[in-house]
C-alpha cells in the first residue's frame, strides 16, 4: 500500500495511520511550544509545559476531527475529546505506578504506553464517531436534505 492511499483512504489502517501521525505531530508540537516558551519567553518549566501542552491539544483535536475521523469539529466532540484524554492520563499514571514495580521506574511508561495508546484510540474514535457526540441534524436541515 502507498503511502498517499494510506493517508487518504477510508479503511480502519488508514484512520489508525492518521491518528499515530497526527499524535506525532502533537508531540512535536508540544515539545517545539515548550522549547519557545522555555528558552525565547523565558517562561519557567512547569508553566511552559502546561502550555505547550494546552496548545498542542487544541491542534491535536483539530487535525484529530479534519484530518484523522473526516467529521467537523464541535463542541460535543471537543468534550469527549477531553474527556478521553483525561481517562487516557488517569489510566496511564496508574499504569505507570503499577509497571515500576514490576520493570522499574526508568522502563514503566513504555508498558503503559503500549496498553494506553490503543485504549486513547478507541476513545478518541468513539468521541469523533459516537452519536453521543456528534449533534442531530435540525429538523429543517433534514427536510432541505431530502428536497
Same mark, same amino acid.
Given at each position: 500500500?502507498?503511502?498517499?492511499?494510506?493517508?487518504?483512504?477510508?479503511?480502519?489502517?488508514?484512520?489508525?495511520?492518521?491518528?499515530?501521525?497526527?499524535?506525532?505531530?502533537?508531540?512535536?508540537?508540544?515539545?517545539?511550544?515548550?522549547?519557545?516558551?522555555?528558552?525565547?519567553? %523565558?517562561?519557567?518549566?512547569?508553566?511552559? +509545559?502546561?502550555?505547550?501542552?494546552?496548545?498542542?491539544?487544541?491542534?491535536?483535536?483539530?487535525?484529530?476531527?479534519?484530518?484523522?475521523? %473526516?467529521?467537523?469539529?464541535?463542541?460535543?466532540?471537543?468534550?469527549?475529546?477531553?474527556?478521553? %484524554?483525561?481517562?487516557?492520563?488517569?489510566?496511564?499514571?496508574?499504569?505507570?505506578?503499577?509497571?515500576?514495580?514490576?520493570?522499574?521506574?526508568?522502563?514503566?511508561?513504555?508498558?503503559?504506553?503500549?496498553?494506553?495508546?490503543?485504549?486513547?484510540?478507541?476513545?478518541?474514535?468513539?468521541?469523533?464517531? +459516537?452519536?453521543?457526540?456528534?449533534?442531530?441534524?435540525?429538523?429543517?436541515?433534514?427536510?432541505?436534505?431530502?428536497?
Amino acid at each position: 500500500m502507498n503511502l498517499k492511499k494510506l493517508i487518504n483512504g477510508n479503511s480502519r489502517l488508514s484512520e489508525i495511520f492518521r491518528f499515530a501521525l497526527v499524535g506525532g505531530i502533537a508531540t512535536v508540537l508540544q515539545y517545539g511550544f515548550y522549547v519557545v516558551f522555555v528558552e525565547a519567553v %523565558h517562561v519557567k518549566a512547569v508553566p511552559s +509545559s502546561m502550555i505547550s501542552y494546552a496548545l498542542s491539544f487544541i491542534v491535536n483535536f483539530f487535525l484529530s476531527s479534519y484530518f484523522t475521523f %473526516h467529521t467537523r469539529p464541535n463542541a460535543k466532540k471537543g468534550l469527549g475529546f477531553a474527556l478521553s %484524554h483525561l481517562f487516557n492520563m488517569g489510566l496511564q499514571t496508574g499504569l505507570v505506578a503499577i509497571f515500576k514495580e514490576l520493570v522499574g521506574p526508568t522502563l514503566a511508561l513504555l508498558p503503559a504506553l503500549a496498553i494506553c495508546i490503543p485504549v486513547n484510540y478507541f476513545l478518541v474514535r468513539f468521541a469523533f464517531t +459516537s452519536k453521543l457526540f456528534n449533534p442531530t441534524p435540525k429538523q429543517s436541515e433534514t427536510e432541505t436534505e431530502k428536497i
